[in-house]
Each structure stands twice: as structure tokens, then as C-alpha cells.
């Protein structure tokens, strides 16, 4: 699906850095292992050293560190997780703690790292660049798909097919009792996995963050699915929806439509693991490949992201700021094929 239009492997011409860290941070997505792998092989390739970091930054600052070579990536651009692991640090929030990250990179002369995460990782990664001129290259590794200069992010791909899949079975045993399935996926500040699998699997009605639905708008759905006739129906929510907790809204459906045999299921970290498909490795290997290019070029405290199948490369301030909106004629979509 991707075909990026590169012919020349390219000798970089500004070759300003030392050498490079990478990283995993924040939520694990399927994609984050080919990242890793693209990273620390692009870098070896251009004769520079490259370190791993454990547990995203708290390995940075426990300087629990290793040199990697070719070997240390084999076998791992089908497994899902990341081998380096990840890990959500208050420690990096401190002064203390980046000054001992800080100081465990100086000690292997690492002046520019490879942060594969979402905004929190890239926003803690800028603080770096701030305080001790650390050059940094974000890879959009969250299975969200909630950052901006990025069409998508690694990991997206995997997750919403994990919840097609899953959802195409609730489907058919929802058909078979004529029941009502209200199917909870990942999505607390945006709705991206929502509104796509909704779409993707006929879903009668998607609650998401980004919208202020109401319990009357879904009740109304429900009204025009009976008079229709339908028999099973799956409502697709966000997990940070403004309605409520997918018990909460199942149990106002009940009391008004007793009629209805309602059940909850919540995919939970089901989304998160998993063999990257096909999209997610290419989209890892090609953004990972041009994080090192990025950086041998002299570019810093950038994202590198793909738009219209090209890599681009976003200010890390603005793809942590700046937001993509939701594709409102999806949701239409969505709503008018499933009535
Ligand atoms: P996901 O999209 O999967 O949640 P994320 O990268 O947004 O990924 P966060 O938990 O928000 O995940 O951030 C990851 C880590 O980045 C935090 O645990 C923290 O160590 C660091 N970080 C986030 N914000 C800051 C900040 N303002 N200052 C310093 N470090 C930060």
C-alpha cells in the first residue's frame, strides 16, 4: 500500500552527529520492533554507533543501556511489543531525572536519539533538546493514530484489524441471539480506531471523544434499527467517550429498550498486541529508515511521518499541538450504510 517513490540510496550530506540512541516510549503498538530494526540498521549502514535504551526513559536515566549491532534486531520484524520495552516515567518529568539521562548519553558521546512513541514521549524528548541540545527524531509509534504530520501511525493498522477481526465474530453471534453489542476499544482522547472499525464493520451508531453525542441520539438509532427491522447491532464506543463507561451507557439502553438483549464487550489490550500486518511494517521500516537519514542530513527535533505516500518531516512542537480531525464524511458514511 505504501510505494514510496525513492530510488537512490543516498550518501547524507551533512553529517553533524555522533552517535544515536533509540527508544521506545509510552503504550507499546505492533510495528514498534521494525522500527527498531529499521533504526539501528539505517545507522549501522552509515557507519554509526547506535545504543538502545530499556523502558523508554527510565532507562535512560537507570543507564540501563546496550550497544546494538545487526544481530541484536534478527527475528524481530514480526513480533509484536517491543523488545527494548516501554515504560511510562514520572522520573523523566523531573529535572533529577533528565539530568541523569543527560548524563548517561553523554558518557557514550549519544547526541541525537530516536524516540519511537506518541506526543507525551516527543514532548519529554523536547525537554531534552532544551535543557542539553540533544538532537532528536520522533517515529509516530502509538496505535491511536492521534498525531499530526503523520497520515498514520505505526501500529494503527494492526490494532483496528484486531478489532475487525474480533468484532466479525461478536457479529455473528450477535446475529444469532438478536442481541445489541456495545464493543469498547482503545481511543481516550481521540477516535480514530472507533470511527474506522465502526465503518469497517457496520456498526449502527460510533461514540467517540471528539463528539458530544447524546444518550437520546443513541436511543434514536436504536428507534430507526428496530423500525428497519434489524436484528443484531453493534455499537462502536471510544474509550474516552463523553456518555459515559460502556456499562453505563449498555444499562440507560436496557432500562429504555427492556426488549433488547444488551451485551458489553471491552477489547481492552487485545489492540496492542500482535503481529504488525503488512502496512505497519513497510510504514515502520521506511519511517524508520528516514529518522537516521533525517538526522545524518543535520535535521532535528522533527517527526518523520508519511503524507500522501510521501515521508515528511513535522516539527516535533507542531505534531505534539497541532491536531488532524476526524474525517467527518467517514462518520456519514458510516451512519448511512448502517441504517
Ligand atoms: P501513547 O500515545 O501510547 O499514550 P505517549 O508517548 O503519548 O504514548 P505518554 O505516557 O504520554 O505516552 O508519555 C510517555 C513518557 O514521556 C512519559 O511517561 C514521560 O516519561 C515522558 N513525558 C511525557 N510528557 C512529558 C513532559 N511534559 N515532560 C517530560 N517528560 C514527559
Redesign the pocket.
Known sequence: MYCLHLVVIFAPMKDKINNILVLT???D?PGMNAAIRAVTRTALYHQKKVFGAYR??EGMIEDDIIELNTQSVKNILAQGGTFLKS????Q??TTEGRVKAASNLKKRNIDAIVVI????????AL?LSEEYGIKVMGVPG???N?LYGTDYTIGYDTATNTVIESVDKIRDTASSHNRLFFVEVMGRDTGYIAASTGLATGALSIILPERKSTLKDLFNDLRKAQEKRKTSNIVMVAEGNHLGGIYEIAEAVKKEFPSIDVKVTNLGHTQRGGSPSTNDRVLASILGYRAVIGLLEGKANVMSGMINQKVVYTPLSEAVSKTTDLDKEMLTIARILAT
Open positions: 516510549s509510552g503504550g503498538a523508554g526513559y515504560a511510562r516515567s514520572q523523566f518529568r512513541g506518541g506526543d507525551g514521549s516527543f514532548t519529554g525537554k502509538t496505535i491511536d492521534d
